[in-house]
């Protein structure tokens, strides 16, 4: 996570509680109902599956995603379903053909419950650009998924910001980046931390013990927080401010806007790497 972040310490808003993340690596108890399919009616009291879990619609509804919406109730994580990600497994490994086995697909998936509207939401081009996009940067910044944390250890101790009340519980050296976008600072663990309902300011470690924790904290930063853009990456993409935004969101002025250049041409590449092997095309607002 970029070190701009640090700007954010006072800014900082957490996301909505939601279930534990915890709860992604707990064994299902529940076999999954039929794959929800975004052309058939359902009723009140049907039953599908969706991303790893079980839905049952409230009311009559079609072509609303279980989590995009308010149509459906999750009844929890489920056994033995396909997965209906709008990035396969077969995808996902040739994004990360050289990736860290740390970095499962099933942990990406188990993230997902922790926000639903992730690539959920739009025309299945919106959800597979959002989806690209975020593994985009996980490509990036954890140089293709090979790093679980930061390697310069000598700069594990700036990542603890002292003027935050809750302070380093885990010791200075604990908040390094860690997880697909390198997520990092005492501020957003305890952020994040909150919002997934779990201790990662007393534990920041957990997130390089278990794959779901490390996608959901990504996952929390890109849902919810604007960084130093103007709006969250989950927005840019839904909205149609495009690729660039999400840049922006990051980094901020330290790429965008002449910054460095050379580095938004190097997250669009490899976007458009990404799109390709997803079959759909980049969009548009591709810098910043």
């Avoid at 954010?8 to 993340?21: D, E, G, H, R």
């Avoid at 990406?108 to 996009?133: C, K, M, S």
């Avoid at 790429?255 to 938004?264: K, L, T």
Wanted: glycine letters at 10%; proline letters at 7%; charged letters at 20%.
């Amino acid at each position: 996570m970029p070190a701009t972040l640090a700007a954010l310490a006072a800014a900082l808003v957490t996301a909505a509680p939601v279930a534990s993340a915890s709860a992604t690596t707990a064994p299902a108890s529940h076999p999954c109902a039929p794959l929800h399919s975004p052309t058939a009616d359902y009723r009140a009291g049907d039953t599908v599956s969706h991303h790893g879990r079980n839905w049952s619609a409230k009311w009559w509804n079609r072509g609303e995603n279980p989590g995009a919406g308010a149509a459906w109730s999750d009844r929890g994580a489920c056994t033995g379903g396909v997965s209906d990600f709008v990035i396969g497994e077969e995808e996902f490994d040739a994004i990360f053909p050289d990736r860290d086995p740390f970095y499962t697909y099933q942990g990406l998936i188990d993230a997902l419950h922790a926000y639903p509207h992730f690539a959920n939401v739009g025309t299945p081009q919106t959800r597979a650009r959002e989806a690209a996009a975020f593994l985009t940067h996980a490509d990036f910044e954890s140089v293709g998924l090979k790093y679980v944390k930061e390697i310069n250890e000598a700069n594990y101790w700036r990542k603890c910001d002292d003027t935050q009340p809750f302070g380093c519980p885990a010791g200075r050296e604990a908040y390094y980046g860690r997880g697909p976008i390198m997520f990092s600072w005492n501020f957003n663990y305890k952020a994040a931390g909150d919002a997934l309902g779990l201790d990662l300011l007393n534990d920041p470690w957990l997130v390089e013990r278990d794959p779901s924790v490390a996608w959901a904290t990504a996952l929390w930063y890109w849902n919810t927080q604007n960084g130093p853009g103007t709006m969250t990456s989950h927005d840019a993409m839904v909205g149609g401010a495009g690729f660039g935004e999400t840049i922006r969101s990051l980094n901020g002025a330290l790429e965008c806007d002449g910054g460095n250049p050379a580095s938004v041409a190097a997250r669009v590449e490899r976007y458009e790497r990404i799109t390709g092997i997803v079959g759909v095309a980049p969009g548009s607002g591709l810098t910043c």
